[in-house]
């Protein structure tokens, strides 16, 4: 019990680390847009020959900026996507703003389409609110990144992923699985809406008015 509470409390204080950490992002941020004014200034009276470079520039510092913002958006809601379009968008900085050679870019290219498998395969993130089907997620997005993003517990003793607590409590209960099988916890409702050679592959949470 004492441990857990130690735990607790070191949670609540990383969390509060993370927001003062996003405030400092989203304050430079907004100083950084002051910079912008200041280089549309430099292309307007630089010679047409060097404008190329100033325009990369611009263009550098503006996606270093949609980084920082992404980063805030990380580090505020902890969801899986927020992580993904960080590293998209660090990505395309680096492969846009780059001067690397041929092979630079196009493991650029291999990094940006890995990075779009993972988006697309492993999290799912048309999370459709206050529909009759509920929020589909893909059953590898973790326990505490749903409990996050929907404001739910979902005990992650029973599994680290949302695949995992649905397969145990199924094999808690020998109840075979398929494809629309429910189960509820609590208020919650999880619903299988595809599964494959026996693994759970994407699923829906639904939460129980009243």
Do not use: C, W
Not at 32 to 51: A, E, H, Q, S, W
Request: net charge neutral; aromatic share 8%.
């Amino acid at each position: 019990m004492f441990f857990e509470k130690i735990k607790s409390r070191i949670k609540k204080l990383t969390h509060f680390l993370e927001f003062i950490l996003a405030l400092f992002i989203i304050l430079s941020v907004i100083v950084g847009m002051v910079d912008l004014i200041k280089y549309l200034g430099m292309i307007l009276t630089t010679n047409p020959i060097d404008t190329y470079e100033v325009l990369q520039s611009f263009m550098g510092h503006v996606l270093l900026m949609v980084v920082g913002v992404e980063l805030v958006v990380m580090l505020v809601y902890h969801s899986p996507s927020s992580v993904i379009e960080v590293l998209l968008y660090a990505v395309a900085r680096k492969l846009l703003i780059g001067n690397q050679g041929m092979v630079d870019f196009m493991i650029g290219i291999v990094a940006i389409a890995a990075i779009f498998a993972i988006r697309k395969y492993l999290f799912v993130k048309d999370i459709n609110s206050g529909n009759d089907t509920g929020h589909k997620f893909s059953a590898a997005t973790t326990v505490q990144a749903i409990n996050e993003l929907l404001r739910i517990h979902i005990p992650e003793e029973l599994g680290n992923t949302i695949g995992g607590v649905v397969y145990n409590l199924a094999h808690q209960s020998d109840i075979y699985l398929y494809e629309g099988m429910e189960i509820k916890l609590d208020n919650i409702k999880i619903r299988i809406l595809r599964i494959k050679q026996g693994v759970i592959e994407k699923v829906s949470i639904k939460l129980n008015e009243g």
